[in-house]
């Protein structure tokens, strides 16, 4: 009885079915890896295309893998490396700044982005010949801007 009655609360929340999901363990963190950085991968070009950061932020959110946030920055810095112009630089700069006022990003996932991108850097080069440069004038724009710290800025290496 107790649990028919919980249910019954559950399905009454408004965004029940989201609960639902949590509650019996097939939404956040019960997702794939592959599902979720396929996840990401939409996200992060729906808002190159929209530039609505709230709309990226609200996704981002929905997906309810905080855990799993270093994977948007990791994937936000190679779009950037990637990039051949200025546009997809300054909106993945804004993205990220939203997202660190926001809190949305922690600091902790924000830094294993970056890390990553660090230790990748020599693969990403032999593909995208100018991503040193790119990398470097990125990092120094975000901790510009705040989102980085001055020793992971000085972590970012270069050629």
């Not at 990226?56 to 309810?64: P, T």
């Not at 922690?106 to 970056?114: E, H, L, N, P, S």
């Not at 004038?137 to 270069?158: H, M, N, T, W, Y």
Request: net charge negative; aromatic share 6%; charged share 30%.
């Amino acid at each position: 009885r107790a649990a028919l009655d919980r249910a019954t609360v559950l399905l009454s929340v408004t965004k029940g079915g989201k609960r639902i999901d949590n509650v019996w363990g097939s939404g956040g963190g019960q997702q794939s890896v592959k599902h979720l950085v396929k996840e990401i991968d939409m996200l992060l070009k729906e808002y190159l295309l929209s530039g609505d950061v709230l709309e990226a932020e609200r996704c981002l959110q929905d997906l309810e893998v905080p855990h799993f946030h270093h994977e948007l920055v990791y994937e936000a810095i190679v779009m950037v490396l990637e990039s051949t112009g200025e546009k997809t630089f300054k909106m993945i700069l804004d993205l990220l700044k939203s997202l660190w006022r926001s809190s949305v990003i922690t600091m902790d996932q924000m830094k294993r982005g970056y890390e990553r991108v660090y230790r990748e850097i020599p693969d990403i080069n032999l593909d995208v010949p100018h991503s040193y440069s790119v990398l470097e004038r990125f990092v120094e724009e975000c901790f510009q801007a705040g989102i980085i710290s001055k020793p992971l800025r000085d972590l970012c290496p270069s050629r």
